[in-house]
């Protein structure tokens, strides 16, 4: 079956340390995205890559950083610069940039910083 | 900017029966997308229904239909005959039309949808 697949599922976190989201897809999309999902706010974009060995700072990009070497690929790093890292994070990929908007999204990964 | 708004942060409707969740959206742009995206309690969202600007015609996917006033930017999802499936977060989604190149798209807040046996 094609899809996300995000990893770990939940993941907990000592203050100080990074962590590394993984987001892989089998759909042959151009385009990836981290959201990130907290109560009452909505998605938020963390970063976004359109293409392979390319990526773009979303709205809020500060203390995350990304990677795209491979088209399948697209890991999150949350680094100990995030003030405040516990949220539910969100991969999507879509056909491309140029596309009629429809995203498709992994089942998220919840990380709680203690 | 583009604001995306939902004014229901929390909904609930018997079985069967039909429900209206809303949204308000603010741009200057005169191409643009509108989407509907459910997210079930396991998390994964999905694609609801969608809907081109340029459209005047109401889209429609099965029990779920959209009321799309374009002057009063309004984007209202119908869900009708209400099945205990439909139990989930709806987030309403802007994104400009294409005119080359990334477009984002921005979320509402979200309706937290229940529904009642």
């Known amino acids: 079956d094609g899809g996300i697949t995000q990893s770990p599922k939940y993941l907990f976190r000592k203050e100080g340390q990074n962590v590394t989201l993984s987001c892989e897809q089998n759909?042959?999309?151009?385009?990836m995205y981290w959201y990130r999902q907290d109560p009452g706010q909505g998605l938020r974009l963390i970063y976004y890559s359109q293409i392979v060995n390319d990526f773009q700072k979303g709205d809020i990009a500060e203390g995350y950083s990304v990677s795209r070497e491979k088209k399948e690929s697209f890991p999150l790093t949350v680094t100990s610069a995030q003030k405040n890292p516990t949220a539910f994070y969100l991969c999507?990929?879509?056909?491309?940039?140029?596309?009629?908007?429809?995203?498709?999204f992994g089942e998220g990964s919840r990380l709680t910083v203690l | 900017a583009q604001t995306v708004t939902q004014s229901q942060p929390e909904m609930s409707v018997q079985e069967a029966e039909t429900v209206t969740l809303s949204c308000t959206y603010d741009t200057s742009e005169n191409n643009y997308y509108l989407f509907w995206y459910k997210q079930p309690p396991s998390r994964q969202m999905i694609l609801v229904i969608r809907?081109?600007?340029?459209?005047?015609q109401n889209a429609t996917e099965n029990r779920f239909s959209v009321n799309f006033q374009k002057a009063a930017k309004s984007f209202s999802l119908k869900i009708s005959d209400s099945q205990l499936g439909d139990t989930a977060m709806y987030f309403c989604a802007f994104m400009r039309g294409n005119s080359g190149g990334y477009q984002k798209v921005t979320f509402g807040t979200g309706t937290k949808l229940q529904v009642i046996p």
């Open positions: 759909l042959n999309h151009d385009a």
């Open positions: 999507a990929s879509s056909i491309g940039a140029s596309n009629t908007g429809e995203l498709f």
């Open positions: 809907q081109e600007a340029y459209k005047q």
